[in-house]
């Protein structure tokens, strides 16, 4: 099954991505996580892509595309993967669409996670990773062991500021494929991400379980 996550950042596709990879038994592709990966590594696509994370920009569609590419092409991706971050404008959407009918695929649902800004400003100010599991908390609503609490980072971009500029690009560039997607036919479901994480994840492994059982 090929799936996309939609919504803001710091909407919790991440966290439901991963639960989601786990219970599917298929790869969460997250391009800001390879993005960070490639940062982090020191690659010159790390150093070209730093810029625009930075700023809370998007980064270049070829740059994606040949990330994206590359990864589909790996083993574990045959059987399908969890989009997280990705397609974030019309653009990549058209060329993931292209990508996958070359593999003779095509996208089976979108699951839009949807939160109100106020709260998404909230978590993502709060939010804090474990550099040594890539395991992400938040402060206040899913708070670290003592163990982990003193080791975790906030990532450069969640800064309020850069937070604020990110939900910008985000209702320009991204909110525009809810409508593309809406339209396209493919199953499309929208939840409720102001939840706990738990409630959250139930609802969409159900409405993905509705959707299995309706294929014929
Ligand atoms: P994320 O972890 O998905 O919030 O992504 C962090 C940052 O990485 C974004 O603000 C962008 O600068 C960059 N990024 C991640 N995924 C994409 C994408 N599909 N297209 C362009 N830029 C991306």
Redesign the pocket.
Known sequence: MDLILLGA?GAGKGTQGALLAEKLGIPKI????M?RDAVRQGTALGLE?KR??DA????PDEV?LGMVRERLSQADAVGGAIFD????NAA?AESLGRMLGELDRSIDAVVSIDVPEDAIVERMTGRRTDPETGRVYHLVHNPPSAEVRDRLVQRD?DREETVRH?LQVYRTATEPLVAYYRASGVPFYAVDGDRPIEQVQEEILDLLGNDASTTP
């Open positions: 950042p997250a391009t800001g996580d993005l892509a625009f994370m809370g920009e998007l980064v994606i971050g990705y397609p974030r990549q971009d990110r």
